[in-house]
C-alpha cells in the first residue's frame, strides 16, 4: 500500500516540546500552537487544510449531483408549531431553501399572516440567526436574541408586534439565557455574563452568571440585580413566571450536570425575598405550573425514568411532598398541563408515547401517534382545551397536528410536500448486546428489498452522552443517502437519556467506557447479521458525538471504513480551559482531579493516536467560530492524526468559516456541508452513484 504522504502532501503542523505533569504523569502537547484560532500561524495552517479539503472534495464527479439532489428535496416549506400569546397566534415557516425560518404572526388560524420577524434580512448571508424569543402575556411585544455566526453570545432586541418596529432597548453578553416577560408587560427576567475581553470573547472561560430585571426603554447599565452568587462562580440561572404571573421560578444549574435548584421570588410583594426552595444539588427538578402555593414539578428523585410531585411551599418539608405521578416503565421526559390536566410525554425504547392525567395523577387516556417516531409541542396555557404538536419519523417530514383535549381527536394541520415516496422505505428498531452484556436499542432505516450480503454502504451515527436522548426525526441528508442505497442506523447508547438517569449515568465520567463499547458493538451487530462490512461502514457524530467518534477510531481503527467526527471534544486533558468547558466535568471528570485523571487519558482521542497506524478515511469537521467546543480540538486530532496514519486513505479536515457548533446554521451551508460528507463516503465506502 503507497503511504498517505504520497497522496497528500498535509500542510506543516510543527510541534513544540509542549509538556505537562499530570500528578506524576507527563504528557506531552506539541500542537498547543493551534489553540489560537488568530495567530498568524493558526490562520495560515487553517487556509491551508481547507485548502486540501476543499481540492479534494471538489474533484469527486459525484459531489455536485448529490447537492442537486439535496437542494431539489430540500426546497419544501416547513411549518413550526403555531404558538398563541394574547389575541395572537404565531409560527415559524421556511418556504424551502430560505436560510433562516420566518417568524409570523396572525390574528386567527385561518387570517392573512403577517411577517414579524424576517432573519434572512439581518446578514447577506444568513449567518446571523434568531437564538431565542419570548411574546409578553398579551401578544403584544417580542423579545428576541440575535446570534452571529453561530457563536453562543446573544444579543436581545425588543420589537412591537403590531407596528413590527424595533423599540430601543438592546441588551447584550447574554448566554445560555432565555427571557421570560413580567405579567404588566413592563419588562423581563434574563441572565448574562460580565463583558469579555473582545479578543478572546470566544476561548475565555465564562464564570459568574447574574440574573437580572430589565425595565422597557431603560439602559441595560440600569437593570435590576435579582440574584447572583459571588461564593460560586459556576452556577448558572434561569428565571421564568409562573403562567399565573405570581412568581419568579429560578432554576440554577451547574454545568451540565442535570441536578438543579429551585427558588422562587413573589413577584406580588416588591420587597419579598429570593426563598431557597430546593437547595441540595440531588436530583433534577423541572416546574410544570402551580396553583396558588403548590408547585408541580417532574423529578427524578427516587426515581431514574421520571415522576410528577407537588411541593406546597406554605409546607415545603420533603416529608410533606406528594406524589402525583408515580415511575413507570417508560421515561418521562416532559410534562405541561392543558385543560386543567397534565400532558406527559414519555419515551418508550426511545419513541414517544403521549399519556394525559388529571390533576390527581388518574389515567385518562394515551395520544394516538401515527408510529415510531417523535413528536413534541402540546405547548398553551393551563385552561387552553385545544393545542398542537408535531410528529415525525425517519421516513415522516415533520407534521403538525391540531389536538383537541376534550375528545381526544388528532387533525392534521400542515402537511410538507416532499419530493419521495415514504412506501419505498422501512424502519426496524432492534435490540443488541454490548460488551459487558447490556441491551442496547438501535434504529435501522433503509430502503425496502436489500439485501443482506454485507455489502451495503452503511451510515452508523450517535451521540451517547449529556443525558441527550436520540429519538426518530426526519432528514433530508439522510433520505439523500439511503435514495444512494444506504442504511442508516442510530443506536441508544448509555451516557443518553433514553432510559433515564441510570442510562446517563452509566455513560458518565470514569464509566465512559460504555458509550464506546455500545457503539463498536452496534457497528460489530451490523456486521455480523450481514447488513454491512467494515469497507462499507462509516461512523459520525457531532459534539459529544464527535469525541464518540475520535474514541472508537484510535480504539478500533480495524472495524471502520470511513468516519466523520463533527465538532469534537477530543483533548479530554484541557476542554475545561475554554469557554463554557468547564461545565462538562460534572459529565466527564477533570484531568485536575488526581482520580479523573487515568479514566480521561486512557480514552482521550488525541492522546490515543497511535504512530504507523492505519486509520480509516476520515473527515474531521469544525467551525471557527465554534464557542461551545473551541476549534483547536478538532486542528490539534487533525494535526496528530495526518502525522501518525500509515494508510492510503485521507485524513482531512474540513473548517467552516462564520460559523459555530451548529445552532443558527444557514441553509445554504447545511447543503455545502451535507455534499462535501456523502461525496466523501461515497468516494471513501466506493458507493455507486
Given amino acids: 500500500m503507497p503511504s498517505s504522504k504520497k497522496l497528500f502532501t498535509y500542510p506543516s503542523s510543527h510541534k513544540s516540546n509542549q509538556v505537562d505533569n499530570y500528578h506524576g504523569t507527563s504528557v506531552a502537547d506539541p500542537y498547543r500552537w493551534l489553540e489560537d484560532p488568530d495567530s498568524e500561524e493558526t490562520r495560515t495552517w487553517i487556509e491551508a487544510q481547507n485548502q486540501i479539503t476543499f481540492g479534494y472534495l471538489s474533484e469527486i464527479p459525484a459531489r455536485e449531483k448529490i447537492k442537486q439532489r439535496l437542494t431539489k428535496l430540500w426546497d419544501y416549506e416547513k411549518y413550526g408549531i403555531p404558538f398563541q400569546e394574547g389575541e395572537r397566534y404565531f409560527y415559524f415557516k421556511n418556504n424551502g431553501l430560505q436560510n433562516q425560518s420566518v417568524l409570523y404572526t396572525l390574528k386567527t388560524l385561518e387570517g392573512e399572516p403577517k411577517v414579524l420577524l424576517n432573519p434572512n434580512k439581518l446578514s447577506e448571508d444568513g449567518t446571523v440567526a434568531l437564538s431565542g424569543l419570548s411574546i409578553s402575556e398579551d401578544g403584544k411585544l417580542l423579545a428576541y436574541g440575535l446570534s452571529t455566526s453561530g457563536s453562543d453570545w446573544?444579543?436581545?432586541?425588543?420589537?412591537?408586534?403590531?407596528?413590527?418596529?424595533?423599540?430601543?432597548?438592546?441588551?447584550?453578553?447574554?448566554?445560555?439565557?432565555?427571557?421570560?416577560?413580567?405579567?404588566?408587560?413592563?419588562?423581563?427576567?434574563?441572565?448574562?455574563?460580565?463583558?469579555?475581553?473582545?479578543?478572546?470573547?470566544?476561548?475565555?472561560?465564562n464564570y459568574y452568571q447574574k440574573l437580572y430585571y430589565h425595565q422597557l426603554g431603560t439602559s441595560q447599565s440600569e437593570d435590576v440585580l435579582i440574584y447572583h452568587r459571588p461564593d460560586q462562580?459556576?452556577?448558572?440561572?434561569?428565571?421564568?413566571?409562573?403562567?399565573?404571573?405570581?412568581?419568579?421560578?429560578?432554576?440554577?444549574?451547574?454545568g451540565t450536570d442535570s441536578k438543579n435548584l429551585v427558588f422562587f421570588k413573589d413577584l406580588t410583594n416588591p420587597n419579598a425575598e429570593v426563598v431557597e426552595l430546593i437547595n441540595q444539588f440531588e436530583a433534577d427538578y423541572s416546574f410544570i405550573d402551580n396553583y396558588d402555593s403548590v408547585f408541580y414539578f417532574r423529578t427524578d428523585l427516587n426515581a431514574s425514568r421520571g415522576r410528577v410531585i407537588a411541593i406546597d411551599t406554605k409546607n415545603p418539608a420533603p416529608e410533606n411532598w406528594q406524589e402525583i405521578i408515580p415511575q413507570s416503565a417508560e421515561t418521562l421526559e416532559s410534562v405541561g398541563i392543558l385543560n386543567n390536566q397534565f400532558v406527559a410525554d414519555y419515551l418508550k425504547d426511545a419513541h414517544s408515547q403521549i399519556k394525559i392525567f388529571d390533576l390527581k395523577g388518574g389515567f385518562i387516556r394515551e395520544v394516538e401517534l401515527p408510529g415510531l417516531g417523535s413528536a413534541g409541542g402540546f405547548g398553551g396555557k393551563r385552561h387552553d382545551t385545544e393545542t398542537f404538536y408535531s410528529y415525525a419519523s425517519f421516513t415522516t417530514p415533520g407534521t403538525i397536528y391540531r389536538y383537541d383535549m376534550i375528545t381526544g381527536k388528532s387533525t392534521v394541520f400542515r402537511q410538507p410536500q416532499v419530493d419521495f415516496n415514504p412506501d419505498n422505505y422501512e424502519t426496524k428498531q432492534v435490540f443488541y448486546q454490548s460488551k459487558d452484556g447490556t441491551r442496547v436499542p438501535m434504529f435501522i432505516t433503509h430502503k425496502k428489498g436489500i439485501k443482506l450480503d454485507g455489502n451495503n454502504p452503511t451510515y452508523l451515527y450517535a451521540y451517547g452522552g449529556f443525558n441527550a436522548s436520540m429519538t426518530p426525526g426526519f432528514s433530508v441528508s439522510l433520505l439523500v443517502w439511503m435514495e444512494m442505497g444506504g442504511i442508516y442506523a442510530m443506536p441508544?447508547?448509555?451516557?443518553?437519556?433514553?432510559y433515564g438517569e441510570e442510562w446517563h449515568q452509566g455513560g458518565m465520567k470514569d464509566k465512559k467506557q460504555n458509550v464506546f463499547d455500545d457503539f463498536i458493538g452496534a457497528a460489530e451487530w451490523l456486521i455480523a447479521n450481514k447488513y454491512t462490512k467494515t469497507e462499507k461502514l462509516a461512523i459520525a457524530g457531532g459534539s459529544n458525538g464527535g469525541l464518540l467518534v475520535g474514541a472508537c477510531i484510535t480504539q478500533r481503527p480495524d472495524l471502520f471504513g470511513a468516519a466523520i467526527p463533527a465538532v469534537g471534544v477530543m483533548d479530554m486533558l484541557r476542554f475545561h480551559k475554554?469557554?463554557?468547558?468547564?461545565?462538562?466535568?460534572?459529565?466527564?471528570?477533570?484531568?485536575?482531579?488526581?482520580?479523573?485523571?487515568?479514566?480521561?487519558?486512557?480514552?482521550?482521542?488525541?492522546?490515543?493516536?497511535?504512530?504507523?497506524?492505519?486509520?480509516?478515511?476520515?473527515?474531521?469537521?469544525?467551525?471557527?467560530?465554534?464557542?461551545?467546543?473551541?476549534?483547536?480540538?478538532?486542528?490539534?486530532?487533525?494535526a496528530a492524526l495526518q502525522e501518525a496514519h500509515a494508510g492510503d486513505t485521507p485524513t482531512l479536515i474540513r473548517i467552516e468559516t462564520k460559523a459555530g457548533h451548529g445552532a443558527g446554521k444557514p441553509t445554504a451551508k447545511i447543503i455545502e456541508e451535507a455534499a462535501d460528507k456523502w461525496a466523501f463516503l461515497v468516494r471513501a465506502l466506493n458507493v455507486e452513484v
Fill in 492 to 498: 441508544n447508547i448509555r451516557g443518553g437519556g433514553e
Fill in 578 to 638: 475554554f469557554t463554557i468547558g468547564w461545565a462538562w466535568t460534572s459529565e466527564y471528570g477533570s484531568a485536575d482531579n488526581s482520580e479523573e485523571f487515568p479514566a480521561l487519558y486512557a480514552y482521550s482521542p488525541l492522546h490515543n493516536i497511535k504512530a504507523d497506524t492505519a486509520y480509516p478515511a476520515t473527515l474531521i469537521t469544525t467551525a471557527d467560530h465554534d464557542d461551545r467546543v473551541v476549534p483547536a480540538h478538532s486542528f490539534k486530532f487533525a
Fill in 233 to 254: 462562580k459556576e452556577w448558572g440561572f434561569g428565571g421564568g413566571v409562573s403562567e399565573n404571573g405570581h412568581y419568579l421560578i429560578i432554576s440554577i444549574w451547574l
Fill in 154 to 205: 446573544q444579543e436581545w432586541k425588543v420589537r412591537d408586534v403590531e407596528t413590527g418596529e424595533d423599540l430601543q432597548d438592546h441588551l447584550k453578553w447574554i448566554k445560555f439565557s432565555g427571557t421570560s416577560w413580567t405579567h404588566d408587560h413592563q419588562g423581563f427576567f434574563y441572565s448574562r455574563y460580565d463583558e469579555p475581553n473582545e479578543k478572546t470573547q470566544l476561548e475565555d472561560v
